[in-house]
């Protein structure tokens, strides 16, 4: 089952703009991680954050952490074509031994 | 260093046969995880080895087993192929470690007529 939730689904921006996604969860987690993926290949790492932070950069992501909501936001400023993927946030319950969860995904679209 | 390589890339089936899908992780890696990626299900995920051993398994019938070499090399099979089993079927490399941050595979696209 999912644990991670995305939101929106999809999202189509212009070039330079920033995007913005969500993603809940249900139940306690270790870290945090948000992937992308290109159509029909494998997923890239982007950013971990851990369950004691609140907020991390990584070149132009910013991503927000906040364990009492069960939420996070992964925000990608001044956008580029090549930016264009699915975007899927990834929690992980600890230990290592019980795998990654992934949420369905935010398809995101930079219109040039 | 080379990145995780998944063989066959693509292949087709058909219903009742068997297929059995290659994974090399990264080197000195020596956990290998398997998703399952459908338009309808999302990522979900299969099982994960280490150091040879069946770690954690997903919610998956009995049809999909995987095993780990000595080498961390893994392979999965699905017996007795259903047309639901239509996916991309996603390796994934990790060093084991408290953080399990994974590097994919381009994955194994496998069609089921």
């Known amino acids: 089952s999912q644990q991670g939730e995305e939101d929106p689904q999809a999202l189509s921006i212009q070039e330079g703009e920033n995007a913005t996604m969500n993603c809940s969860y249900k139940t306690s987690i270790n870290n945090l991680q948000w992937y992308r993926q290109n159509s029909g290949r494998g997923l890239v790492h982007l950013i971990l954050i851990r369950s004691n932070e609140r907020e991390k950069h990584s070149g132009r992501l910013r991503v927000t952490l906040d364990t009492s909501k069960k939420s996070s936001s992964l925000l990608i400023t001044a956008s580029r074509a090549a930016d264009t993927a699915s975007y899927f946030c990834a929690t992980d319950a600890g230990g290592g031994a019980d795998g990654l969860t992934f949420g369905k995904g935010t398809h995101l679209i930079i219109q040039p | 260093k080379a990145g995780v390589t998944q063989t066959p890339r693509y292949l087709i089936k058909t219903r009742g046969q068997q297929v059995t899908l290659s994974c090399s992780p990264i080197?000195?890696?020596?956990?290998v995880s398997w998703y399952q990626q459908t338009p309808g299900q999302g990522l979900q995920f299969l099982f994960e080895?280490?150091?040879?051993?069946?770690?954690n398994k997903g919610n998956f019938p009995g049809r999909f087993s995987g095993r780990q070499f000595s080498n961390s090399r893994s392979e999965m099979n699905v017996s007795t192929l259903e047309l639901g089993d239509s996916a991309l079927y996603l390796c994934?490399?990790?060093?084991?470690?408290?953080?399990?941050?994974?590097?994919f595979g381009a994955g194994s696209r496998l069609t089921v007529l």
């Open positions: 994934a490399s990790s060093s084991g470690g408290w953080a399990n941050v994974l590097t």
């Open positions: 080895y280490f150091s040879e051993t069946q770690r």
């Open positions: 080197s000195g890696h020596r956990s």
